[in-house]
């Protein structure tokens, strides 16, 4: 990142931090690189619900089902990288994207049962990866049913990483995939939603499509979960000594406190 980019950044950041009601800029890494892992023949789009401090954010993201690998993205971050990509060839600066979003993408291996994660750091610092096999839901069927997108479905009940969730599941498409990494009923996951209503995730809409699942070739801080839990959690309730990290110390705070402002941090895995 240039230094004229990091003034820039340093300036938006620098009133989020005296602003919590904004969100510090999500990273920016550039589509123009990438493996191409499978070809996705259905997307389902899932509407999300997230509680961010007092505040409940309503997102999109996209599920893209191949024979080999699902993955679960920001449809309408991966435009906004796009336009970004199209300004930087012309040689122009483009803005930071600073709406609030569902920050973890994943890819889950149909075949071998591992997932691939890459969770969004604050801007400017590094895409967050991390592998891990693909999680056994103790799954408990109920003989409640219900309906989503006139589906019928069935409901399914179980606990994963200190949240207790509940699922719509339609055996009328028998895929036993979902959202992020939920999966293993017989059928497609169309809403799963945790006790607290912390996390929401409703399936608005699924369609066919023929459309690659890129595994994108951008520079990633490798760690376990473990550690890249920590990390983030550092992230968010130390911003400012986190930026000063990133940044190799060019940045430096007037006030001599880092420890005085903080970000909500409610992640979906709270173990």
Request: hydrophobic share 35%; charged share 25%.
């Amino acid at each position: 990142m240039t230094i004229k980019r990091i003034a820039i950044v340093m300036s938006v950041l620098l009133l989020c931090l005296d602003n919590l009601s904004a969100q510090w800029a999500t990273c920016y890494q550039p589509l123009s690189a990438s493996k191409v892992l499978d070809t996705a023949s259905y997307e389902v789009l899932y509407q999300v619900q997230m509680r961010w401090g007092k505040r409940i954010i309503t997102d999109t993201i996209s599920l893209l089902i191949g024979k080999k690998y699902t993955q679960t993205y920001n449809p309408r971050l991966k435009r906004m990288r796009l336009q970004k990509d199209s300004l930087f060839k012309l040689g122009q600066d483009a803005p930071s994207v600073y709406f609030l979003t569902f920050p973890e993408d994943t890819y889950c291996n149909l075949e071998t049962g591992q997932i691939t994660a890459v969770y969004r750091s604050f801007e400017p610092g590094p895409p967050l990866k991390y592998k891990e096999p693909t999680p056994k839901f103790n799954w408990v069927t109920s003989a409640r049913d219900s309906t989503v997108l006139s589906y019928p479905c069935s409901e399914a009940q179980m606990s994963f990483r200190g949240r207790d969730y509940r699922a719509l599941f339609t055996m009328n498409i028998p895929l036993s995939v979902g959202p992020w990494k939920f999966g293993g009923l017989p059928g497609l996951i169309l809403k799963v939603e945790d006790a607290k209503q912390d996390y929401i995730f409703r399936a608005i809409g699924i369609r066919s499509v023929k459309e690659g699942i890129h595994l994108w070739d951008w520079k990633y801080q490798e760690n376990n979960r473990k550690d890249i839990r920590k990390y983030v959690e550092r992230m968010h309730k130390k911003p400012k000594t986190y930026m000063r990290i990133v940044t190799d110390g060019m940045v430096m705070f007037r006030d001599g406190d880092e420890d005085n402002v903080s970000f909500p941090y409610n992640p979906i895995e709270l173990e």
